[in-house]
Nanobody, 124 residues
Framework: VQLQASGGGLVQTGGSLRLSCAAA????????MGWFRQAPGKEREFVAG????????DYADSVKGRFTISRDNAKNMLYLQMNSLKPEDTAVYYC??????????????????WGQGTQVTVSS
């Protein structure tokens, strides 16, 4: 599976961005997916996860109520809608895929495939 993330950019506090992740490969619809982020000097952290069907999702406490993860299995696409952005959301955002697991995990090591990352910068 190859993943290509896009949609990052520079936005003011309170603004919105929509990240997209295009997947190439036959296992997309059978694999749980996730979004992670890494800020300078910090470890990579879980942001949001979605199960293979798209019915179940979960979020880091820091983004609950502001971010929404979704997927379109027919188009092999994963999305992250980010609203009410804060400066602390500034990071490189990565999409990730498990290798055929049905449910998402919070640990990055459970994900087999990773996109190249897209920079999100929120100015104060």
């Amino acid at each position: 599976v190859q993943l290509q993330a896009s949609g990052g950019g520079l936005v003011q506090t309170g603004g919105s961005l929509r990240l997209s992740c295009a997947a190439a490969g036959r296992t997309f619809s059978s694999s749980a997916m996730g979004w992670f982020r890494q800020a300078p000097g910090k470890e990579r952290e879980f942001v949001a996860g979605i199960n293979r069907s798209g019915i179940r999702t979960d979020y880091a406490d820091s983004v609950k109520g502001r971010f929404t993860i979704s997927r379109d299995n027919a188009k092999n696409m994963l999305y992250l809608q980010m609203n009410s952005l804060k400066p602390e959301d500034t990071a490189v955002y990565y999409c990730a895929s498990t290798n055929g697991l049905s449910n998402y995990y919070y640990q990055s090591e459970m994900y087999r495939y990773w996109g190249q990352g897209t920079q999100v910068t929120v100015s104060s």
